[in-house]
């Protein structure tokens, strides 16, 4: 196990479901206040750190994020575990099984990316969209894009209420050093997978910078990535969602994850 330093952190348990659940978006905490609604059936629902009522940690990142969630895994004491992401968090929970493998049974990816490109130039450009905007426009920005057309206006704004709340500076810090753990990590963490993977897509960017929904048949960068690291691992589209799919299509995403999860529980048997 890893050394690490010991953070203070919210985390929910919940008798019923299927797999133990950890990593929301950036800016939003505990997936979104969903597990509490029963949308997604829950084991764990954690709020990293600098999120929800999770303390900032000392170290803003990626890698510290998934080092709360390995955290969470081991005081828990989960032996089979199945670690969900969305969108940020599918780099959360990559980094929380490389940190801690053990008891780890799979991974499942809810709407992941993978950005490209030159490192230097990525994190310059995303440090120049935080300069050019400001933290609170840009926030306001990209959670925009991630609604369809015709999506709940008012679930649009709490959600983008409640990610503006984060601490500016936190939002910041972790914007930047997602951008670069994309360009110097991301590839070569994902060739360390060794456990089964779920990759469920319900959107991507298109060549003018546009969040579009999936349709069959199409792929993504991040679902070509993982296809082509990740040994044991299947695709699934989900279609009629936006970015947060597992509040617009909450009963297709728990049925994927939970049909996994027995999978990896009947491989073992």
Partial sequence: MTHREKQHLSRRAFVAGTAFAVAGGWALPAAHGQAAKGNINFRVALDLPGHGASAKPGTVSIAALGS????????????????????????????ALLQSPSGVAG??????????????TGVQRAKDAI???????????????MFLEGSDPKLRERLVARAQAVDPSFREELFVD??????TKARDAL??????????QSTFINSEFKRVPMQPGM???FMDAVAASVSNSE??????????????????INDAIGKFATRLTMSKT
Wanted: glycine share 10%; charged share 20%; with cysteine.
């Fill in 219 to 221: 792929t993504t960068p």
């Fill in 68 to 95: 709360a969630v390995a955290q969470v895994k081991e005081e828990v004491g989960a032996r089979s575990a199945v670690l969900i992401g969305h969108s940020m968090g599918c780099r959360v929970i990559v980094e």
């Fill in 107 to 120: 991974l499942a990816f809810v709407d992941g990316s993978i950005l490209g490109g030159d490192p230097e």
């Fill in 191 to 200: 060739k360390q997978i060794k456990v089964p993977a779920l990759v469920l």
């Fill in 178 to 183: 997602l951008v670069r753990w994309d360009l």
């Fill in 235 to 252: 695709a699934q589209i989900v279609t009629g969602s936006g970015h947060f799919a597992m509040i617009d299509a909450a009963p297709a």
């Fill in 131 to 145: 300069s050019k905007a400001g933290i609170d426009p840009l926030t306001q920005r990209l959670f925009n894009d």
